[in-house]
């Protein structure tokens, strides 16, 4: 939330239930006031996965019933909520793909359940000299941003601004709660994956790579480093984050790990016609087309403008 809050001035309006004999329960929220899209909450924004932090569905209920009564109050165009349970009764906005991989097998054990396409592409960066290094620094982050800037050209969509990615590494990185994944060939970083984490969970954030040199398969090399690291620490899982229906290869992808998919429901409700709605799913279309033909300082340049209207 402070990386949302100092990168586009959203304000944190995190929900808590009394503490009493059991945990309190939690709604994280904030609100986004844009003069384009008006003023929302949203749990949580640019997150893949937020849901209300709760035990029962009764303190579920009673943290939306105040988020809702705290949108009146401040006027909010409308509540959005990414994913978790208490809400099946209602019309999903959205939905998505999940992937998450159990971490509780070794080595040899995780090994067995990646797909045979994996298994050979891990062999061939293995015999293309790929070397995958993990990392903090923030040089490490600026060589991240360089190839993170030219795969968002390649996907249609303007990366995020720079100071973004400072916040990030200001926030978690440098704070032991984040690192990099990056790998090199021949000196030269071909591809890096941003990895946050907390207790004994992982996730998947952002991945980035040269296609220049694709036929290297550094980002499967990234990746199967980052799993076998996670897991020989103890973790218990590797998310690896939301996936559009529309993206299939995508899909496919996360899946050749061995991973196990579930589907992320989003909710919106609008406040002004007091009903959930559904939505449209904008990870492609002709906005992505358009992104793609355009040189990467344009791209920057509307990324930095863009994004504080987004969520």
Request: glycine share 8%; net charge positive.
């Amino acid at each position: 939330m402070a990386v949302l809050a100092d990168s586009y001035g959203f304000k944190p309006l995190a929900l808590v239930t009394p503490a009493r004999e059991v945990r309190p329960a939690m709604l994280p929220l904030m609100e986004c006031a844009s003069p384009l899209l008006g003023r929302r909450g949203v749990s949580l924004p640019f997150t893949d996965e937020a849901p209300v932090l709760a035990d029962t569905p009764t303190e579920v209920h009673t943290l939306l019933d105040r988020a809702l009564e705290l949108g009146r109050e401040r006027k909010w165009r409308s509540l959005e909520l990414r994913g978790g349970a208490g809400l099946e009764d209602a019309n999903a906005a959205v939905t998505f793909w999940g992937h998450t991989l159990n971490l509780d097998r070794n080595a040899d054990g995780l090994w067995a359940r990646l797909d045979d396409s994996v298994r050979r592409a891990l062999r061939k960066a293995a015999r293309g000299g790929v070397e995958v290094r993990r990392e903090t620094t923030w040089e490490a982050v600026m060589q991240f941003y360089r190839l993170h800037c030219q795969t968002r050209r390649l996907h249609g969509l303007p990366p995020q601004p720079l100071h973004f990615f400072r916040n990030l590494h200001r926030h978690l990185v440098a704070r032991d709660a984040g690192c990099l994944f990056s790998a090199y060939h021949q000196g030269h970083a071909v591809a890096a994956a941003v990895f946050l984490y907390r207790g004994k969970r992982a996730v998947y954030k952002f991945g980035a790579s040269d296609k220049s040199r694709q036929e290297l398969r550094a980002n499967n090399a990234v990746m199967w480093e980052a799993i076998q690291h996670y897991a020989a620490r103890g973790f218990e899982s590797l998310d690896f984050g939301r996936t559009s229906c529309q993206q299939a290869g995508l899909r496919r992808f996360k899946l050749g790990w061995g991973t196990r998919e579930t589907r992320i429901a989003y909710w919106k409700y609008d406040l002004r016609r007091r009903c959930f709605v559904t939505v449209n799913d904008r990870s492609t279309g002709w906005h992505t087309a358009l992104f793609r033909h355009l040189p990467v300082p344009v791209l920057r340049w509307l990324g930095a403008r863009l994004y504080p209207h987004l969520t």
